[in-house]
């Protein structure tokens, strides 16, 4: 049969499903109606060069068109413009450059849209129309009658917030500096006059002049440190924007004063002041800007609506020919079924129940290739299916998700704060109040000492001006905020900004076996029945029913191995670093290592050869060895086998190259432990320890003056990665693991850890050179501004100098640069 392409979305289709028309003598094909009434549309409206413009190489991913929207979705949108309104929305469909240029023409060419920008980049639109002359949904449907799809783009509150103060601060400061350039063609003027004469007439109208151009800076440009410092006041709390608005309010006061007395005046001191702390402030905030990028790009990377699968029945052969429906992500629940085309972003976490494709999880995980999805796969929320349709059951959504707990975890660290800061924002609360005594004092000592109170009170301003700890409260949030930025590219989320502080200073690195420096994707190698009237089958589905309920890795390698039905279980329990019991087949069950066994009273039968001699070749090659019985009795050996993680041996080296020592700590017996850590370039090796002893031994060696970096994955390192120096879990480690640990590797590599140990070092040196020239600035500058050597306007320049030297020290973390 005859294949065709419609004219126009290029979908190749049957001869016989063909709509044609004739156009201008030419015979048209189209896949279907609704392309032929939008290729009319589109021909009516005189757009036809869309069609000569475009550069497609075939047809793209069907968009829903035909469903009704849900203008609920868009209504929190929607903002006041003056009279107008203004949206922004995603437009599904945008495929180049012509699709931006048809969307725009078309929206333009409707009555009552006053403006239509697109992003080719991020398909977002920005919208602005009169709500007199058209609404909402007839503008929405507009865009959808050509074959596109509007969707809701919102941006979180905590962007919205940075951006708009970013906004704010860059108005003031524009406004503070031109009204001080201006300012400063009349100061110089009076400046003039001071030295060569001026008339009097002249000089009160330059100085009313100058006067009117300073109110607007203080009243507007900086109105925030004025709000700042009445509300700090009001609970005797004294902060830096106190010095800024005294020291220039008092300028401006004392220069109005000396109006009626004619003498000098310093409005330009005044509004300088305020000019260059928001220059300063402007500086810091679009920095912290750059280095927040990641969670930005982070809450960006979850969809707003996913396609949910409407089931009709219980017996369902083949999902993807099922329904769907367009929901807000936020909407979903565990259970529900998501269908994902390719290209589109995962909506949630979960396993898929249907397809086979490749996902791009690069964003959140580190790793750049794509991930191979088959059935049974987890999917992250966040991440881009890449190449075919994939229907998932969703497990975790909306702030359960791996992707909210990511962003959480950079919100807390970039909140966070190291020791060093927090002593430093207490010297702030003495500081700022001793400066205004010291300004004071300065002020009356000049008086005293017979110099002129012009004199007197421009060297208590510069002391005020010259002392504010701008760059001691920058010394560390900014160096925190590039640190977590750059952990977070190398896939290491950080959960405190302690972190930092503590791993510049690491001297003991600590690994736990299983599922750290093996793959943690054991396989049951084989089963040896001790009682041999029991068979391997039976063996393996008492364990499989047991493991069944566990999260240990050896436990799922149980689970993998079986695929028959599981005994139903009562009574289990779970004992982190030693084993699993419960009852299954009315038998009170007990899986564990060797010690478990003893604790549990279980003897080994009378055998021709004694255990050790069936276990000990598969110890020497590092395999795990897990012991079972009941009633009393030993009755079968389970043989787990684990490999080298691929980067385990080369990130010992690069530890061992730092001057770091290395260890093993598991709980796994001396021969397995020993076998595995000699192949991974390990020398130290402690085994047989439960999860308890870890923690102890982690905690004496800390006693001892030693710090400790623990990294681990399961449950049974909890209490280790908690009592640790700094923790590290491996990002596929249990929830347990991950929540008691102060970073995770969440793509599981190893090889991250020098690059966090360089970067925690790099960081910390940082912070402290932050801090020490905060506190040796103050220390010169201080004694400069009370001798009288610094004028108000060289204070507040020397002040903003020092926090732009805090601001860029920080960023040279980003630069990799040795400091």
């Known amino acids: 049969m005859a294949m065709l392409t419609c004219a126009h979305c290029l979908l190749t289709f049957p001869e016989r499903d063909a709509v044609r028309e004739s156009v201008n003598s030419d015979q048209l094909v189209f896949c279907c109606h609704g392309c032929r009434g939008v290729y009319f549309l589109i021909r009516s409206e005189g757009l036809d060069d869309f069609y000569a413009k475009r550069h497609w190489n075939g047809p793209g991913t069907p968009v829903e068109t035909s469903k009704e929207l849900d203008l609920k979705t868009f209504g929190e949108d929607v903002r006041e413009a003056g009279q107008d309104r203004e949206i922004d929305i995603l437009i599904d469909g945008i495929r180049c450059a012509s699709c931006v240029w048809l969307n725009e023409k078309f929206l333009l060419r409707t009555d009552g849209v006053l403006s239509a920008r697109i992003n080719f980049a991020t398909h977002t639109a920005k919208i602005r129309w009169d709500p007199d002359r058209i609404g909402l949904a007839a503008l929405l449907k507009r865009i959808q009658a050509i074959g596109y799809r509007p969707r809701p783009y919102r941006e979180s509150e905590q962007f919205k917030a940075r951006r708009a103060e970013s906004r704010d601060l860059l108005v003031r400061f524009g406004t503070a500096a031109f009204l001080s350039s201006q300012l400063m063609i009349y100061s110089i003027a009076?400046?003039?006059?001071?030295?060569?004469?001026?008339?009097?007439g002249t000089k009160i109208i330059l100085e009313i002049i100058a006067m009117l151009l300073t109110i607007p800076v203080i009243l507007y440009s900086g109105m925030p440190f004025i709000r700042s410092t009445v509300s700090g006041l009001r609970h005797l709390h004294f902060t830096m924007d106190s010095l800024i608005s005294i020291g220039a309010g008092s300028a401006f006061i004392y220069s109005v004063y000396q109006m009626f007395l004619g003498g000098t005046v310093y409005f330009d001191t005044s509004a300088m002041i305020i000019t260059l702390i928001l220059l300063g402030r402007y500086i810091e905030s679009t920095a912290k800007g750059r280095a927040s990028e990641t969670i930005e790009r982070l809450s960006e990377l979850a969809p707003k609506e996913a396609r949910v699968v409407q089931v009709s029945g219980e017996n369902i052969k083949d999902l993807s020919t099922e329904e769907t429906a367009l929901v807000l992500a936020t909407s979903l629940r565990k259970g529900d079924l998501v269908k994902v085309l390719p290209g589109e972003r995962i909506p949630a976490d979960g396993r898929v129940v249907y397809g086979e494709s490749e996902a791009d999880e690069s964003i959140l995980t580190g790793e750049s290739?794509?991930?191979?999805?088959?059935?049974?796969?987890?999917?992250?929320?966040?991440?881009?299916?890449l190449f075919s349709t994939l229907i998932f059951e969703v497990a975790r959504a909306g702030k359960e998700s791996i992707l909210a707990g990511i962003i959480r975890a950079v919100e807390d660290a970039q909140a966070g704060k190291p020791r060093l800061q927090i002593l430093a924002d207490r010297i702030v609360g003495y500081f700022v109040p001793a400066i205004l005594l010291i300004s004071l004092l300065t002020i009356a000592g000049y008086i005293m000492r017979g110099a002129s109170l012009n004199e007197a009170f421009m060297t208590g301003v510069s002391v005020?001006?010259?002392?504010?700890?701008?760059s001691l409260g920058l010394a560390t949030p900014l160096a925190v905020l590039v640190f977590t930025t750059l952990a977070s590219s190398r896939g290491i989320l950080i959960k405190g900004g302690e972190v930092i502080e503590n791993a510049g200073r690491l001297d003991h690195v600590i690994f736990d076996k299983t599922g750290t420096i093996t793959k943690g994707k054991p396989s049951l190698k084989t089963v040896l029945p001790i009682d041999s009237s029991i068979d391997r089958e039976y063996i393996l589905r008492i364990a499989a029913s047991l493991e069944n309920l566990s999260e240990h890795s050896i436990g799922r390698a149980m689970v993998k191995a079986w695929n028959g039905d599981f005994f139903p279980v009562q009574n289990f329990l779970a004992v982190p670093g030693s084993g699993i019991k419960g009852i299954a087949d009315e038998k009170s069950i007990i899986i564990g290592n060797e010690a478990f066994m003893k604790e549990h009273g279980l003897t080994a039968p009378a055998l021709s050869a004694p255990i050790a001699d069936l276990t000990l070749p598969y110890e020497q090659a590092g395999d795990t060895v897990i012991y079972m019985g009941w009633d009393g009795t030993l009755r079968a050996v389970l043989i787990v086998s684990d490999c080298l993680r691929e980067e385990s041996a080369n990130t010992v080296k690069e530890i061992l190259l730092r001057g770091k020592r290395v260890m093993v700590v598991s709980g796994d017996n001396r021969i397995t432990?020993?076998?595995?850590?000699?192949?991974?370039?390990?020398?130290?090796?402690?085994?047989?320890?439960?999860?308890?002893?870890?923690?102890?031994?982690?905690?004496?060696?800390?006693?001892?003056?030693?710090?400790?970096?623990?990294?681990?994955?399961?449950?049974?390192?909890a209490p280790a990665l908690t009592e640790a120096f700094v923790g590290i879990a491996m990002g596929k480690g249990t929830h347990i693991a991950m929540e008691s640990a102060d970073a995770v590797l969440v793509r599981s590599d190893l090889s991250a850890i020098p690059y966090f140990m360089d970067l925690s070092l790099r960081a910390s040196r940082v912070?402290?050179?932050?801090?020490?020239?905060?506190?040796?600035?103050?220390?010169?500058?201080?004694?400069?501004?009370?001798s009288g050597v610094l004028h108000p306007i060289m204070a507040a320049g020397a002040m903003a100098a020092s926090s732009l030297f805090v601001v860029l020290n920080s960023l040279r973390i980003k630069k990799g640069e040795k400091t």
């Open 767 to 786: 912070i402290r050179q932050n801090i020490f020239w905060a506190f040796f600035y103050n220390i010169v500058a201080i004694p400069l501004a009370v």
């Open 190 to 200: 009076l400046y003039a006059g001071y030295f060569q004469g001026i008339d009097p």
């Open 673 to 717: 432990t020993a076998a595995v850590a000699s192949a991974a370039g390990i020398e130290y090796v402690i085994s047989g320890m439960s999860p308890e002893d870890k923690r102890d031994y982690i905690r004496g060696l800390q006693q001892s003056g030693s710090r400790i970096l623990m990294v681990g994955d399961g449950i049974n390192d």
């Open 464 to 470: 005020l001006v010259i002392a504010c700890p701008c």
């Open 369 to 385: 290739r794509p991930v191979r999805k088959t059935l049974g796969s987890e999917v992250i929320g966040g991440s881009v299916n």
